[in-house]
């Protein structure tokens, strides 16, 4: 059967509203498909910290109330065009005038009312889907509500696709709760549908519910089938194994481009590297180092939280600002990581810059400027940090897990091949041995030339993605 009309749901997307590199992969994939020939929309919330320049384009389409149990919610559904795609906004302020994530049963109560305001809005918009593509657990009770409380009530028959973008946060409350908001039956609470360790769960929700199961890497696709990687989700993902796929990844290669960058010092391409040592000066004297061109920049943009491997820079920091290299930090997250980056900002000031807080200009500028790329990752789903890296001819380090293993080869001394370096053992002493190499492979110039041309050659676009995607949708009709 012929599809066309998709429509992405999530709780971020690129350009409006980020917290991490799920709004990257919105963004990209719904700019991707229109190529591909499918008809795509995107709903998000329509949360207060999406830009003035944005909001004031806004359209409103339809206003009215829903129900979450009793309680009587306003709906607005807003809409503008971008690249080519259109956004549909839920507009509700008591839910989505704060932060993006209000954390506990709050944030649960904003979710829930996502999920139940998204399936109103599919009779209020003139789109009819064929597929809908939901992601992570923010929108993981919409399987469900179209199953069991929506059955015939569009024109056509809705398949749904879920996708896992962090299997760590599942979305886990009280079945009580769920039962007020949604009007669930008690039945639902077993572990045969959405209850997990006593909890319901909205991510467990989804992998029971939708019709197809995706995450973000193949390697992450099978390490989520084991108790250390899947976090409870094991078991229903390995009841459901063929209907569960991973498709890896890529970056907006526009917004993320050396060669036309407005945010960073000097252009630079694969073919002219020239413009990233002017990047690098820019850089050094952003964050007042105090060394010379020659020492390499070892950076880190990310969430400040254990996923990614803080503990490992927690305990080797100090010991590798004792060799000749520098390092800087961007980030926000967990107080104590913060804290911990404070205290090297003040202690080692010449050779280490720290910039707590959420900066995209400044993580353009960093990732065009240094020299490596740390992210020691726990666990990563896919991570896009180090493809974009890469991009930017900035080597990653990183560890073998999850989308890392399928987006960096790892120098070969023997060949001289490679596209970053790697370790596998979530260890510090391994994770500086690893550190240790691409900094003898810095002094190797040639080495490093080629490591460098390797990367920014590799094709991380978004379209052999948009084209899986694609065919994963028509296989669901
Ligand atoms: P995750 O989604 O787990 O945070 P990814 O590597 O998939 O990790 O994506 C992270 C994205 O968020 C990248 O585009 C990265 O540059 C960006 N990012 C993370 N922290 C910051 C920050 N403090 N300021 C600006 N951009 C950030
Ligand atoms: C999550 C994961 C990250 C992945 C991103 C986009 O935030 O932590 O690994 O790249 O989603 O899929």
């Known amino acids: 059967m012929l599809m066309r009309n998709v429509l992405i749901v999530a709780s971020e997307s690129m350009p409006f509203v980020k917290t991490g590199g799920l709004a990257d992969v919105v963004g990209a994939l719904a700019k991707s498909l229109p190529n591909e020939g499918i008809d795509v929309r995107v709903m998000i919330p329509k949360h207060a910290r999406i830009k003035a320049e ?49 954390g506990d049963d709050a944030e649960n109560e ?80 077993s572990p045969r549908f959405i209850e997990a360790g006593g909890c319901a769960n909205m991510m467990k929700a989804a992998l029971v519910y939708a019709d197809r199961i995706s995450t973000v890497s193949p390697n992450y696709a099978n390490e989520i089938m084991l108790p250390y990687f899947g976090l409870g989700m094991e078991g229903m993902l390995r009841a459901r194994r063929t209907d569960v796929s991973g498709i890896l990844n890529g970056i907006d290669t526009q917004d993320f481009d050396p060669a036309a960058d407005p945010a960073i010092e000097a252009p630079f391409s694969a073919s002219d590297l020239n413009g990233k040592r002017a990047c690098k000066r820019a850089l050094r004297d952003e964050f007042s180092l105090d060394v010379n061109l020659q020492t390499p920049i070892v950076a880190m ?43 090297i900002a003040a202690k080692y000031p010449g050779k280490s810059g720290v910039w707590i807080g959420y900066h995209e200009e400044l993580a353009h500028r960093i990732y065009a400027g240094s020299d490596f790329f740390l992210m020691p990752s726990q666990f990563e789903p896919c991570g896009l940090s180090q493809m974009i890296a890469q991009r930017y001819g900035t080597l990653p ?76 949708y028509q296989s669901m009709v």
């Not at 008591?94 to 932060?99: E, H, I, S, T, V």
């Not at 305990?315 to 980030?331: H, N, Q, V």
Request: hydrophobic share 40%; aromatic share 14%.
């Open 301 to 343: 943009v990310t969430r400040l939280t254990s996923q990614k491997g803080l503990d490992l820079v927690k305990y080797a920091l100090e010991e590798l600002l004792s060799k000749d290299m520098a390092f800087i930090l961007l980030g926000s997250g967990d107080k104590k990581y913060e804290n911990f980056f404070h205290y």
């Open 110 to 189: 904003q979710y829930l009312y996502f999920c139940r305001a998204v399936c109103e809005t599919l009779s209020l918009i003139d789109f009819d889907p064929d597929v809908i593509h939901l992601n992570d657990w923010h929108t993981g009770m919409i399987p469900l509500l179209l199953k069991t409380q929506y059955p015939g009530h569009f024109k056509k028959e809705i398949r749904t696709l879920f996708t896992i973008h962090n299997i760590e946060f599942q979305g886990k409350m009280g079945f009580p709760f769920v039962k007020d908001i949604l009007g669930l039956p008690d039945w639902l609470n």
């Open 397 to 472: 380090i990183v560890r073998e897990t999850g989308g890392l293993v399928d987006t960096v080869a790892p120098y070969n001394a023997y060949t001289g091949e490679g596209t970053g370096f790697a370790f596998s053992t979530f260890n510090a002493h391994d994770m500086m041995s690893a550190i240790g190499l691409a900094l003898s492979v810095y002094r190797d110039k040639p080495t490093l030339r080629k490591l460098r041309k390797n990367a920014m050659l590799l094709d991380n676009s978004f379209r052999q993605s948009a084209v899986r995607y694609k065919a994963l």
């Open 54 to 102: 944005y909001q004031d384009q806004l359209e409103t389409i339809a206003t009215t109330t829903i129900y979450l149990g009793w309680r009587e919610k306003y709906l607005g559904v807003q809409s503008m065009e971008k690249d080519g795609v259109l956004y549909y906004f839920i507009d509700n302020e008591d839910y989505f005038a704060g932060p993006v994530y209000r």
